[in-house]
Nanobody
Framework: VQLVESGGGLVQPGGSLRLSCAAS????????INWVRQAPGKGPEWVSC???????????YYADSVKGRFTISRTNVKKTVYLQMNNLKFEDRAVYYC?????????WGQGTQVTVAS
């Protein structure tokens, strides 16, 4: 199992970024993929989930802190989950990880840094 995030960077408040999570090593369409972030000095915070296509038709779920600003999507053909982040705020600064629960184990990618600064 491998998860590889990309797309982070430096952006001004109000700006946008699109993160990608490329997955391999499992049947992608059958599993929920989550985005989790960790800000400096804080614990992990769940951000969003793209549910398995065979569970609830592929639903999207969001933390209240990002609802209306972030959009999660997935393409099963490319085995990739995206997180479109709009109207970024200072408090969105964090390392963003995609995460998967698979056969009793939790897998995380290496993370991608998002910095929001003026």
């Amino acid at each position: 199992v491998q998860l590889v995030e990309s797309g982070g960077g430096l952006v001004q408040p109000g700006g946008s970024l699109r993160l990608s999570c490329a997955a391999s090593g499992f049947t992608f369409g059958n599993y929920d993929i989550n985005w989790v972030r960790q800000a400096p000095g804080k614990g992990p915070e769940w951000v969003s989930c793209s549910s398995a296509s065979n569970r609830d038709g592929g639903g999207a779920y969001y933390a209240d802190s990002v609802k209306g600003r972030f959009t999660i999507s997935r393409t099963n053909v490319k085995k990739t989950v995206y997180l479109q982040m709009n109207n970024l705020k200072f408090e969105d600064r964090a390392v963003y990880y995609c995460a998967l629960g698979y056969k009793g184990e939790r897998y995380w990618g290496q993370g991608t840094q998002v910095t929001v600064a003026s």
